[in-house]
């Protein structure tokens, strides 16, 4: 018994020797002003302080220079919590473009096609905000993920819920 206890705490025993344990990989970037509305971060384009960001599991705030860091899995998506009166760049569908997916081998093999290997974690993740104007009230319609089982379903969602 006191051999097992003994073995298992060696590795622990080494790191405190050797220095601190190994910490988690770590992401990086810059939540900034995008002043010209290009997407990247030019000279004269301060960060933005106080903007929050995640790795779907931690949120942090931007330091003073807009900087943020997060521990790093091999599967998450970093991404800017919009903060009011700021709007990420969208892209040719109008969608938001204020996300990074860190899937360095792809998504699993499926029948459906998921996410292609997005390779090595880049040196820095860096979220473009510009100013907007925004009303102070303002309405929402959220939909959940509805999960219709046939055509019958289907047309109940579109009459009752979709076209209400």
């Not at 010209?36 to 330091?63: H, I, K, M, W, Y």
């Not at 700021?86 to 990074?100: C, K, S, T």
Request: proline content about 10%.
């Amino acid at each position: 018994m006191r051999l097992s206890l003994l073995l298992l705490a060696l590795p622990l025993v080494a790191s405190l020797v050797h220095g601190q344990a190994e910490s988690p990989a770590q992401a990086r970037g810059v939540v900034f002003d995008d002043r010209n509305a290009n997407g990247t971060r030019d000279e004269g384009e301060p960060g933005l302080p106080d903007v929050l960001v995640s790795n779907q599991r931690e949120v942090t705030a931007t330091g003073a220079d807009g900087s943020w860091t997060l521990p790093v899995r091999d599967d998450c998506i970093f991404f800017v919590i919009k903060p009011r009166g700021w709007m990420p760049p969208v892209d040719e569908h109008q969608l938001p473009r204020f996300f990074h997916i860190h899937k360095p081998a792809g998504s699993p093999q499926s029948q459906f096609p998921g996410v292609a290997p997005t390779g090595p974690l880049p040196a820095s993740i860096d979220f473009a905000l510009r100013r907007q104007d925004e009303p102070d009230t303002f309405k929402a319609h959220f939909f959940g993920d509805t999960q219709a089982r046939n055509k019958k379903e289907l047309g109940y969602m579109a009459r009752d819920t979709i076209q209400e």
